[in-house]
Each structure stands twice: as structure tokens, then as C-alpha cells.
């Protein structure tokens, strides 16, 4: 993690100051992959205000090239006082979504056989995303009817290893 944080290439390299073992330790700690391998590709950027730091790891698994949309996107923010690395998002869900990708199709399959079909009508799998330990077999996977603006939308969750449908969440339209 730490040889990550000092490669070059990135945007937004990762400052000097959070380029300390402790800091590459807690990022390491809060990242999973979906099969428990390395990373094929991974990539950190950063960004420092006067009291936080933000870091952006993206995560790209041996089985899912990057251009199919199948890689892990972490956001962390750092306190720059004491160095503490947390999640940036509230509900500690990332945007996992480096799973081998024809999983797509066995997601969907049970989603349709779990969900009223008439809910289920013209709405198209648009992304999932895996959620880590101690939630590892669970999906959030997201449909909606298009990209136009009104479009339908529900949001599911679901244990793919039990193939229960956990929620089932008409969020809002696009």
C-alpha cells in the first residue's frame, strides 16, 4: 500500500505527509477484494485541506479488466491531527463492484426470481456492488427503466449465496 501511495502517474498524488506506514496500515486494514487476492492494478490519489485529507483508491482485481466497469472504488478521509483513516461514506459501503463479472448475470436471475415481477417490468440492471465483511454475499444492486429524466428506480439488496432478497427500495426517479 505504501509503494502505491508513492507511485507516480496519479492526478492527484498522494501528499508527502500521508505517505507514513501507520497511514498505509489503517488504509490496508479497511480494504477488501472480492476473492481475498491483490489487486492487479491499484491506483491512490489524494488531496489535503487545513484539517482533512481525502484519498481515493481504485482497485482493479486480476479477473475484471478496468474497461468492463468491474473495479473498487474507496474513498477514506484522513485527519491530518492525529492521522486517523475512516471511510468517507456514513454507511461504510463502498463502490465495490470488482466481482468477477459474470456474476451480472446470476445477480439478476435471482433478483427477478425474488422481486414482484411487476415491480421488476422494464427496469434494466444498471450496477451492484458487493459489500464487505461481515455482509460478504450481499448485493446492493441498482435498476432503473433508462437514464432519462423520470426514469424508474429501485434499489435491491441481496444475499446471492442465499439468493434471500434482503430490500427491495423504490428510490428516487432520475
Known amino acids: 500500500m505504501l509503494a502505491a501511495m508513492s507511485a507516480p502517474g496519479a492526478t492527484e498524488p498522494v501528499p508527502?505527509?500521508?505517505?507514513?506506514?501507520?497511514?498505509a496500515q489503517q488504509l490496508a486494514d479497511l480494504v477488501w477484494t472480492y476473492d481475498g487476492q491483490?489487486?492487479?492494478?491499484?491506483?491512490?490519489?489524494?488531496?489535503?485541506?487545513?484539517?482533512?485529507?481525502?484519498i481515493e483508491l481504485q482497485?482493479?482485481?486480476a479477473f475484471a479488466p478496468e474497461e468492463d466497469g468491474h473495479v473498487d472504488l474507496y474513498l477514506f478521509r484522513v485527519e491530518r491531527s492525529?492521522?486517523?483513516?475512516a471511510p468517507i461514506r456514513d454507511d461504510n459501503v463502498?463502490?465495490?463492484?470488482?466481482?468477477?463479472?459474470?456474476?451480472?448475470?446470476?445477480?439478476?436471475?435471482?433478483?427477478?426470481?425474488?422481486?414482484?415481477?411487476?415491480?421488476?417490468?422494464g427496469l434494466e440492471l444498471r450496477n451492484a456492488?458487493?459489500?464487505q465483511p461481515p455482509n460478504f454475499g450481499q448485493f446492493i444492486v441498482s435498476y432503473d427503466s433508462g437514464n432519462e429524466?423520470?426514469?424508474?428506480?429501485?434499489?435491491?439488496?441481496?444475499?446471492l449465496e442465499t439468493g434471500e432478497i434482503i430490500s427491495v427500495d423504490p428510490f428516487a426517479t432520475l
Open 16 to 23: 508527502p505527509e500521508l505517505r507514513q506506514l501507520d497511514i
Open 38 to 54: 491483490p489487486y492487479a492494478s491499484l491506483a491512490l490519489e489524494g488531496r489535503c485541506g487545513s484539517t482533512l485529507c481525502d
Open 59 to 61: 482497485g482493479v482485481p
Open 82 to 85: 492525529t492521522g486517523t483513516v
Open 94 to 121: 463502498q463502490l465495490t463492484s470488482g466481482y468477477p463479472p459474470e456474476l451480472d448475470i446470476e445477480i439478476d436471475r435471482v433478483v427477478r426470481a425474488g422481486v414482484n415481477p411487476e415491480v421488476m417490468t
Open 129 to 131: 456492488v458487493w459489500m
Open 149 to 159: 429524466e423520470g426514469s424508474r428506480a429501485i434499489q435491491v439488496v441481496l444475499d
